[in-house]
C-alpha cells in the first residue's frame, strides 16, 4: 500500500515501540510456537484458555486492510491448518480466532495480529456480544455484491449469485436474527468444518470478510471492526464455523473480552505441547503466491473515490445515506 510520507514516518516510530517487534527481532523473551518466512506464533503470556496463542506477520502492519495481498493470502490460507493443530494439540473440539481493529474494537497491540483460542464447553470464556437492534444493512448487502462482483471481473475463480444479502459460489453472508450489536454480519461455508477448508476457501472467505468488514466501517462510520472466527462446540457456537463481522464503537458497550485465568498455566509445557503439533505446518511448502487475493488496496483506492463512474462507488455512497 502506497503511504503517504507522515504515515510512514508515524509507523516508523511505531515500530519503534512495537513489543512484538522486539520480540521479533530477538529482543525479547516469549513462548514461541510457530514461524515460517511470513508470520510468527507465540503463546500469550496471560492467557484466557490455556493455549491461548496469537499469530502475526513477521512485519508490523497495525490492521488488517493494511496487510499486503501476498501476506494476507498467506495467513488466512494456513489458518485452518493452524487450527486443527491448535485443536488436535490442546485436545479440545472447538477454537476461536480473534481479530480486532482499533482501540474501539479492543485492540491492544499496535501490531497485527489474531488471538487463536482453544475452545470447549464451560471454559469460562465468552466471545459473543450482547443484545443488539436489527440494522437496515441494505445499503451495505449491495456495496458488497458490487465490490465482490468487480473483485471476481479482475480476478476469476468465483462469481456473485443474485441475492438479498450475499452469496458467491463458496460463501453465504447474512445478518444473524439475534445481532450483538449495530451492524452485526455473519458469514459462512455452508456444510464445512473450518479446519476442513483448504487454503484457497479460507482465503475466499476473508477476501469477502475484509471488504464486507472495510465496508461496514465505512457505511456505518464505524471506529473500528471486530472479525471472530467460531468454529466447532463451545459456549459460543453449536456445530460448524461462523465467521463474524461486528462494527464497534468506542463505549457501545459489548462485552467481547476476556480476563488472563486466574492461576496462570505451565506455559513452557504447552509451548512444547504446541510445538509439536505445529511443526508439521510450520514445514509444508508455502502456498503459491496468488495475485488474485487482494483486498485492502483495491478497496481502499474505491473508497478514496477514485473510480467516480464506476458501479462501485455509486453502491458505496448509497450505503452511506
Ligand atoms: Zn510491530
Given at each position: 500500500m502506497a503511504l503517504s510520507p507522515e504515515v510512514q514516518a508515524q509507523l516508523e516510530e511505531q515500530k519503534k515501540h512495537c513489543v512484538f517487534c522486539k520480540i521479533i527481532a530477538g529482543e525479547m523473551k516469549s513462548f514461541p510456537i510457530y514461524k515460517d518466512a511470513v508470520m510468527t506464533g507465540m503463546l500469550d503470556?496471560?492467557?484466557?484458555?490455556?493455549?491461548?496463542a496469537l499469530f502475526m506477520p513477521l512485519e508490523h502492519y497495525?490492521?488488517?486492510?493494511?496487510?499486503?495481498p501476498e501476506t494476507f493470502a498467506h495467513l488466512f490460507g494456513k489458518l485452518p491448518t493452524l487450527v486443527k493443530s491448535l485443536k488436535t494439540a490442546m485436545v479440545v473440539p472447538g477454537a476461536t480466532a480473534f481479530i480486532a481493529n482499533g482501540g474501539a474494537a479492543?485492540?491492544?497491540?499496535p501490531h497485527f495480529l489474531m488471538h487463536l483460542f482453544p475452545r470447549e464447553r464451560w471454559?469460562?470464556?465468552?466471545?459473543?456480544?450482547g443484545k443488539g437492534q436489527k440494522t437496515d444493512l441494505s445499503g451495505f448487502w449491495k456495496s458488497l455484491n458490487a465490490v465482490m462482483t468487480e473483485h471476481f471481473s479482475r480476478n476469476p475463480g468465483g462469481s456473485v449469485k443474485t441475492s438479498e444479502t450475499y452469496e458467491d459460489d463458496l460463501v453465504q453472508g447474512s445478518a444473524p436474527d439475534n445481532p450483538w450489536g449495530k451492524g452485526h454480519v455473519v458469514l459462512s461455508i455452508p456444510g464445512k468444518e473450518f479446519d476442513q477448508l483448504d487454503e484457497n476457501a479460507s482465503r475466499r472467505l476473508f477476501t469477502v470478510a475484509s471488504y464486507a468488514s472495510s465496508i461496514l466501517f465505512e457505511s456505518l462510520q464505524a471506529h473500528g471492526t471486530n472479525l471472530i472466527l467460531h468454529t466447532g462446540e463451545s459456549e459460543d457456537n453449536d456445530s460448524g464455523f461462523r465467521l463474524h463481522l461486528l462494527p464497534r464503537w468506542q463505549d457501545?458497550?459489548?462485552?467481547l473480552s476476556w480476563k488472563p485465568l486466574a492461576q496462570k498455566p505451565d506455559l513452557e509445557a504447552i509451548k512444547s505441547k504446541l510445538r509439536d503439533e505445529f511443526f508439521v505446518v510450520e514445514h509444508t511448502p508455502p502456498p503459491i503466491k496468488r495475485k488474485e487475493e487482494d483486498t485492502g488496496d483495491k478497496l481502499k483506492k474505491i473508497l478514496e473515490k477514485?473510480?467516480?463512474?464506476s458501479e462501485i462507488e455509486r453502491a458505496i455512497s448509497e450505503a452511506r445515506k
Open positions: 503470556i496471560n492467557p484466557a484458555v490455556k493455549g491461548h497495525p490492521i488488517l486492510s493494511f496487510l499486503p479492543g485492540q491492544q497491540s471454559d469460562g470464556l465468552s466471545l459473543s456480544g457501545d458497550g459489548l462485552l477514485q473510480s467516480p463512474d
